[in-house]
T-cell receptor
C-alpha cells in the first residue's frame, strides 16, 4: 500500500544537538511538506518542496533545514539553533502544490532533554 | 500573511447531538479543505471544496463553502463516539495550505 513513512516515532535529543527526522513516500507525489504541531496551535508550515532539488521556507523555518535529493524523500534536520524544538512533527505529501489534498505520515514526537 | 480562524476551539456534546465548526479566512481562497485528527493520530483528509457556495455531504457530515470563498463550515448530524477528534480546516491561497487551529470534539455516550 502507498503511503508516507516517518521515523522514528519518538525521538529524544539533548540540547545543543542536531537531529534528522526521516520522511519517505511511495505515492509518487511531487510536493512534500513539513509541519510542526504544538498543543492548541494547529499545524504550522516549516518547509515545503514542489520538485526534486528545490524547496521553500514556510512560516517557521528558522532553526530547521531540509533537502530533497530524491522524489521519495524529504528529511528534516532540527538544528541546535531551534529554540523550542520539542513538538510533534508531521510530514505530508500531495500530487501537486495546489488543489490537492495532503496525505500525512504518522508523525515524529521530538523531546529535548 | 493569510490567516485562518476556526471556532469553537473545543466542544463537548452528548452522543446524538449535532455539532458545527466554523472557519474564516482573512483572504479569498481558491479552495478549502477539511481534515480530521483522532487523538494520538495524524490528520486525515476529508474533503475539498472549490466552488463558491458549494455544499458536499459525506454520510452525516455536511461541508459548506461560503459565497465569498472566505468562510466554511462542517456540520455533523447526530454525533457518534467515533466522531471524537480534532477537525481542521485549511485554506489555500496562492500556494500552500494554511491550517486553522482546529476544533476538538468530545462525544459522551
Amino acid at each position: 500500500d502507498g503511503g508516507i513513512t516517518q521515523s522514528p516515532k519518538y525521538l529524544f535529543r539533548k540540547e545543543g544537538q542536531n537531529v534528522t527526522l526521516s520522511c519517505e513516500q511511495n505515492l509518487n507525489h511531487d510536493a512534500m511538506y513539513w509541519y510542526r504541531q504544538d498543543p492548541g496551535q494547529g499545524l504550522r508550515l516549516i518547509y515545503y518542496s514542489q520538485i526534486v532539488n528545490d524547496f521553500q521556507k514556510g512560516d517557521i523555518a528558522e532553526g530547521y533545514s531540509v533537502s530533497r535529493e530524491k522524489k521519495e524523500s524529504f528529511p528534516l534536520t532540527v538544528t541546535s539553533a531551534q529554540k523550542n524544538p520539542t513538538a510533534f512533527y508531521l510530514c505530508a505529501s500531495s500530487i501537486g502544490l495546489e488543489n490537492y489534498g495532503y496525505t500525512f505520515g504518522s508523525g515524529t514526537r521530538l523531546t529535548v532533554v | 500573511g493569510q490567516q485562518v480562524m476556526q471556532i469553537p476551539q473545543y466542544q463537548h456534546v452528548q452522543e446524538g447531538e449535532d455539532f458545527t465548526t466554523y472557519c474564516n479566512s482573512s483572504t479569498t481562497l481558491s479552495n478549502i479543505q477539511w481534515y480530521k485528527q483522532r487523538p494520538g493520530g495524524h490528520p486525515v483528509f476529508l474533503i475539498q471544496l472549490v466552488k463558491s457556495g458549494e455544499v458536499k455531504k459525506q454520510k452525516r457530515l455536511t461541508f459548506q463553502f461560503g459565497e465569498a470563498k472566505k468562510n466554511s463550515s462542517l456540520h455533523i448530524t447526530a454525533t457518534q463516539t467515533t466522531d471524537v477528534g480534532t477537525y481542521f480546516c485549511a485554506g489555500q491561497g496562492y500556494s500552500t495550505l494554511t491550517f486553522g487551529k482546529g476544533t476538538m470534539l468530545l462525544v459522551s455516550p
